[in-house]
């Protein structure tokens, strides 16, 4: 097999080589280790590369057997595997144990090759470190792919992996898709255990899963890595993701809430990003479904400090075990924004993330009336498509806890709120804008409808809505 062939296809393409033997797992394996190399090269993406791939289930029927991936640097791992979390706070420690999350993974049969570049402690909308660099954009390497799972959006888009494991807290999925041209899914509170080590992360506001090259292959993810098990906080049944069901969805009847200008705080929506959003509510509008415009209310509700002061806690939290483990200085150790960060999430005290719990119940309760009615939702993914490398930079930035997380919202106003409401949100490529640069629509639905979001995105892709081109081929 030829990198250019491998490079050609999906997850599920590529398992149905090896399934029918075109193709063995050992080509399959070769050609991601020289495409990740390409792909570190002109990147940035990856923070290791591993000698011996990690091999998943050796069932030949396991729905994605020999499949490479790459694992975000934080969140689910396998036992003894380094995981940093991109700071230099974190080199050199070892996960400790192995996450349900990582065992379904092994059991769907993937192929891990290594380890992908993330945000320090995954707290920025972009992928720039002093630990390890600045992550690029495949589309334009002057450019971020996002944050925090940058260096997955990079690697699947350049092509050197199908799919990748990601989590997102408030938006790290669904913005680096919509700056990198991929399918992007923060799935319905509590559809993915946070098992063995955590209930939930963020209060709720986090989960986890991957970001894939198409729908198909994201639906086959979801149905291998759903489910909750005894003592989740949340039991969302798992139900069976009827693949074909999903690739036919028909939009018509529908009833649909269309918002293109965002109701938090940041950047001023783009009118290319404006303008994508658009284009599917008007294709949805031609197919059948009921559109009209949305608003969402939550003036007076001091959410974006609520949400500083839970990140800010999490991150405390984890600094001082990172702290325990390695007997380093987080204020050496930590880039300057991340220990303003960490210093405001120290001091915090009990009552403080129990006020900030108060106005979450406020700022959903009033997200929930505005949007009740509808069976989806769809807004621009991000307010601007990809920034410039340097446009937000953690090692200078003096502004402190509330105004970081101000900044770090600012490119991506639209993502946050489904962190909080638990619902599923999909992110879906919808093209170019005027410098080549991707842009994504993001398709909402109800709590546990995870499907009906995909089956919108599966609607877009069988509708030549989505982007139909790689990234051009640098030098």
Same mark, same amino acid.
């Given at each position: 097999?030829?990198?250019? #062939?491998?490079?050609?296809?999906?997850? $599920?393409?590529?398992?149905?080589?090896?399934?029918?033997?075109?193709?063995?797992?050992?080509?399959? $394996?070769?050609?991601?280790?020289?495409?990740?190399?390409?792909?570190?090269?002109?990147?940035?993406?990856?923070?290791?590369?591993?000698?011996?791939?990690?091999?998943?289930?050796?069932?030949?029927?396991?729905?994605?057997?020999?499949?490479?991936?790459?694992?975000?640097?934080?969140?689910?791992?396998?036992?003894?595997?380094?995981?940093?979390?991109?700071?230099?706070?974190?080199?050199?420690?070892?996960?400790?144990?192995?996450?349900?999350?990582?065992?379904?993974?092994?059991?769907?049969?993937?192929?891990?090759?290594?380890?992908?570049?993330?945000?320090?402690?995954?707290?920025?909308?972009? $992928? #720039?470190?002093?630990?390890?660099?600045?992550?690029?954009?495949?589309?334009?390497?002057?450019?971020?792919?996002?944050?925090?799972?940058?260096?997955?959006?990079?690697?699947?888009?350049?092509?050197?992996?199908?799919?990748?494991?990601?989590?997102?807290?408030?938006?790290?999925?669904?913005?680096?898709?919509?700056?990198?041209?991929?399918?992007?899914?923060?799935?319905?509170?509590?559809?993915?255990?946070?098992a063995p080590g955590a209930g939930h992360v963020l209060m709720g506001m986090a989960e986890q899963f991957g970001l894939c090259r198409s729908v198909r292959d994201a639906v086959a993810l979801l149905k291998a890595v759903q489910g909750p098990v005894p003592g989740d906080p949340y039991a969302v049944p798992a139900p069976s993701l009827d693949a074909d069901a999903i690739m036919r969805t028909d939009p018509s009847g529908l009833k649909i809430g269309y918002l293109p200008d965002s109701w938090m705080d940041g950047h001023a929506v783009d009118p290319e990003c404006r303008r994508a959003a658009k284009t599917v509510a008007d294709a949805l509008q031609e197919e059948g479904a009921h559109v009209e415009p949305a608003t969402i209310n939550v003036a007076g509700i001091p959410i974006v400090d609520a949400v500083t002061d839970v990140w800010c806690g999490q991150i405390a939290l984890i600094v001082d075990q990172v702290v325990a483990a390695t007997g380093r200085d987080p204020e050496t150790h930590l880039d300057r924004a991340l220990f303003d960060v960490y210093r405001h999430g120290a001091s915090l005290s009990a009552a403080d993330i129990f006020k900030a719990q108060v106005v979450f119940n406020a700022f959903v309760r009033a997200v929930s009336a505005a949007t009740a009615d509808y069976d989806l939702l769809v807004t621009p993914a991000t307010a601007v498509p990809a920034?410039?490398?340097?446009?937000?930079?953690?090692?200078?930035?003096?502004?402190?806890?509330?105004?970081?997380?101000?900044?770090?919202?600012?490119?991506?106003?639209?993502?946050? $709120?489904?962190?909080?409401?638990? #619902?599923?949100?999909?992110?879906?490529?919808?093209?170019?804008?005027?410098?080549?640069?991707?842009?994504?629509?993001?398709?909402?639905?109800?709590?546990?409808?995870?499907?009906?979001?995909?089956?919108?995105?599966?609607?877009?892709?069988?509708?030549?809505m989505t982007l139909d081109t790689a990234p051009p081929e640098r030098a």
């Open positions: 097999m030829k990198i250019s #062939e491998y490079k050609r296809h999906d997850a $599920t393409g590529l398992a149905a080589l090896i399934r029918e033997g075109q193709v063995t797992t050992a080509e399959v $394996t070769d050609c991601a280790r020289d495409a990740l190399s390409e792909a570190q090269d002109a990147l940035n993406c990856l923070v290791e590369l591993y000698d011996a791939p990690r091999t998943g289930s050796d069932a030949k029927d396991a729905p994605f057997h020999g499949v490479p991936i790459v694992y975000k640097d934080a969140g689910a791992h396998e036992d003894g595997v380094l995981q940093e979390v991109g700071s230099r706070l974190g080199k050199g420690l070892p996960a400790t144990g192995e996450t349900l999350f990582a065992t379904r993974l092994k059991a769907l049969g993937v192929t891990n090759m290594g380890r992908a570049t993330t945000s320090e402690l995954t707290y920025a909308t972009v $992928t #720039e470190t002093s630990a390890y660099g600045a992550t690029r954009n495949p589309w334009n390497p002057d450019h971020s792919p996002g944050g925090s799972s940058g260096g997955s959006a990079a690697a699947v888009a350049a092509r050197a992996v199908p799919l990748a494991q990601a989590t997102d807290g408030g938006g790290s999925i669904r913005v680096p898709a919509a700056w990198t041209g991929l399918v992007g899914l923060k799935p319905t509170r509590g559809r993915v255990s946070w920034p410039p490398i340097g446009s937000l930079d953690a090692t200078t930035f003096d502004g402190g806890a509330y105004a970081w997380t101000r900044a770090v919202f600012a490119p991506a106003p639209f993502s946050a $709120t489904f962190n909080l409401t638990g #619902e599923p949100a999909l992110s879906m490529p919808t093209g170019l804008n005027a410098e080549g640069l991707p842009l994504g629509v993001q398709i909402v639905a109800p709590q546990g409808q995870d499907e009906r979001a995909l089956g919108i995105g599966a609607w877009m892709e069988d509708g030549s």
